[in-house]
């Protein structure tokens, strides 16, 4: 049995929200960059729903912590090559700002889930000592 289904974790649920929302933003970027920021900003933004399900799937809390950090890192990765495209002017602004608004909500809940996680797993230590 699953420590936690990733299919019923908010974490999750908005993530893959996030990565529909990043495919349509995407889709109006310069062709140009099809291979070069298109393709980052999209195994970016899939790394993070990725790392949360994979993570569930861990033995430990303390495994699966370091899944959500990767997750989170991910989604740094993601927020930079968001700026970018804002510096560079490209795709429709108001698509971006809900983007990033999106992933800074998403941000926040896997930096809260994973200190949940963590210092779960530290009172269960403690408690077994």
């Known amino acids: 049995m699953l ?52 993570g569930s799937g861990k033995r430990t809390s303390l495994h699966f912590g370091e899944f959500l950090t990767t997750a989170l890192t991910s989604s740094f990765e993601l927020d930079t090559q968001l700026l970018i495209c804002k510096r560079r002017c490209y795709g429709s602004s108001k698509k971006l700002e809900e983007c990033l608004e999106l992933l800074a909500e998403v941000q926040k809940m896997i930096f809260a889930f994973r200190e949940y996680i963590l210092n779960n797993e530290i009172r269960t230590q403690n408690l077994n000592s």
């Open 3 to 54: 420590r936690h289904n990733f299919k019923n974790l908010r974490i999750w649920q908005k993530s893959m929200d996030l990565v529909d929302l990043i495919y349509a933003y995407t889709d109006d970027l310069p062709i140009e960059e099809r291979y070069n920021l298109i393709s980052q900003i999209n195994r970016s933004v899939c790394s993070v729903p990725s790392n949360i399900a994979e």
